[in-house]
């Protein structure tokens, strides 16, 4: 079946510092990809998305590129913030749009 | 344009309990999932309704069960509470084929 893999965390970086959370899918259709984000004590938030091969998903600083050669949908921001302290979470959806599917969620703080 | 609201947002339970928690999903919004997430296992899927009907269901015991309304609000309910059904509960809505967005979620806590 459809599953999501994720970077385990957590993950701890100086404020500036890049920021890599890998995410590798396994599915039998063509799936759409998200990464939300997910901010104490409050629901997951939509980050950013990207539907077919090769599309870039971009939002707030975060990118992420739809790679179908190697399954992956690698989430990356060039300047992290103390602000982006957060869990992350990588995500497709079925081709129906039926069924999510979430990975185990990456936990990142920054610090100054 | 509101989003997912879920009431309440938490609540405290005895074991043995019963407990209906609900979601209202943004305005034109037919799908309404929902999930637990817990510390342990994290993000777990529940079950999925559209147009009142549920279409997916995860690896829960009968235990917990659903149902959505003719204006797609959505309740889910969970008999004889046991401590481990102390968990963070999302509710999420999507229009057909697209991005889930995501309520604030229902504290429950377990005694």
């Not at chain 1, 090769?54 to 399954?71: H, V």
């Amino acid at each position: 079946g459809d599953s999501v893999t994720q970077m385990e965390g957590p993950v701890t970086l100086s404020e500036e510092a890049f920021l890599t959370i890998n995410c590798t899918y396994t599915a039998t259709g063509y799936p759409s990809l998200f990464w939300y984000v997910q901010y104490p004590g409050e629901g997951l938030q939509l980050l950013l998305k990207a539907t077919k091969a090769d599309d870039k998903g971009s939002n707030k600083g975060f990118e992420a590129t739809y790679r179908k050669e190697t399954t992956s949908f690698h989430l990356e921001k060039g300047s992290v913030q103390v602000s982006d302290s957060a869990v992350y979470f990588c995500a497709l959806s079925d081709r129906a749009g039926n069924q999510f599917y979430f990975g185990t969620g990456t936990s990142l703080t920054v610090i100054p | 344009k509101a989003g997912v609201t879920q009431t309440p947002r938490y609540l405290i339970k005895t074991r043995g309990q019963q407990v209906t928690l609900s979601c209202s999903p943004i305005s034109g919004h037919r799908s309404v999932s929902w999930y637990q997430q817990t510390p342990g296992q994290g993000l777990q899927f529940l079950f999925e309704y559209f147009s009142e009907t549920q279409r997916n269901k995860g690896n829960f015991p009968g235990r917990f069960s659903g149902r959505q309304f003719s204006n797609s609000r959505s309740e889910m309910n969970v008999s004889t509470l046991e401590l481990g059904d102390s968990a963070l509960y999302l509710c999420a809505s999507s229009l057909w084929e697209s991005e889930q967005y995501f309520g604030p979620g229902t504290r429950l806590t377990v005694t």
